[in-house]
């Protein structure tokens, strides 16, 4: 058990900087999360309007429907590998999140 207020004190500080590195991780990852989704957000955008122009210039209904799938088969390869790196970016967030935690817990969870 806790004996003096010096440990009380100690364990305090030791609490608020996992606290604190544990905010740092989750801060950085979320800022990779959402640079991530602007960037993907972004070029969905500028690929959709390039395809709608592309799609006004077609000469018959063939080519437009071919350009059409063509569009739509790249927007669905671009979002699976979008949200496959999304997934990891919240993976690592998860255990960056929780890796200042994994030493303090080791300390105080008692020994069976």
Do not use: C, H, R, W
């Not at 972004?42 to 959709?48: I, L, P, Q, Y």
């Amino acid at each position: 058990m806790i004996k003096n207020f010096d440990e009380i004190q100690q364990i305090g500080k030791e609490n608020v900087d996992v606290a604190m590195k544990s905010f740092g991780a989750a801060s950085k990852n979320a800022q990779a999360i959402a640079v991530e989704m602007a960037d993907y957000s972004k070029k969905a955008f500028e690929d959709g309007a390039q395809a709608f122009e592309k799609l006004l210039g077609a000469k018959s209904i063939e080519k437009a429907i071919e350009l059409q799938q063509s569009y739509f088969k790249d927007a669905y390869e671009g979002f699976v590998t979008k949200a496959t790196k999304v997934g990891e970016l919240y993976a690592d967030l998860a255990k960056e999140t929780y890796k200042p935690y994994e030493g303090f817990l080791a300390k105080v969870t008692p020994a069976k």
